[in-house]
């Protein structure tokens, strides 16, 4: 059974910083393409980074130079570092496993002063 657990959102002013960690179960972690992707109310659900079995990371435009993706197979653990955050940015925020339909439940990150 693949478990996917979101942490480390919540609420940061404009230019802030936060991490969100996501465990995962399985030995299939480190195999596998992980990526974060976010929702904001009214709009889709978009890709915002990925980063493959290799460490090989890929960035939407909206985030490059600001948001850094991470794994540690170690720990069956992908990471988003956030910086320079923007009210933009606010959202939920769910890693996925893969292309398939794999996902967290998801953490909310505001970005309000």
């Known amino acids: 059974q693949v478990q996917l657990v979101e942490s480390g959102g919540g609420l940061v002013q404009p230019g802030g910083s936060l991490t969100l960690s996501c465990a995962a179960s399985?030995?299939?972690?480190?195999?596998?393409?992980m990526g974060w992707y976010r929702q904001a109310p009214g709009k889709q659900r978009e890709l915002v980074a990925r980063?493959?079995?290799?460490?090989?990371?890929n960035y939407a435009d909206s985030v490059k130079g600001r948001f850094t993706i991470s794994r540690d197979n170690a720990k069956n653990t992908v990471y988003l570092q956030m910086n320079s955050l923007k009210p933009d940015d606010t959202a939920v925020y769910y890693c996925?496993?893969?292309?398939?339909?794999?996902w967290g439940q998801g953490t909310q990150v505001t970005v309000s002063s």
């Open positions: 980063i493959s079995r290799y460490g090989i990371t």
């Open positions: 996925r496993r893969g292309e398939g339909d794999y």
């Open positions: 399985g030995s299939w972690f480190r195999f596998d393409t």
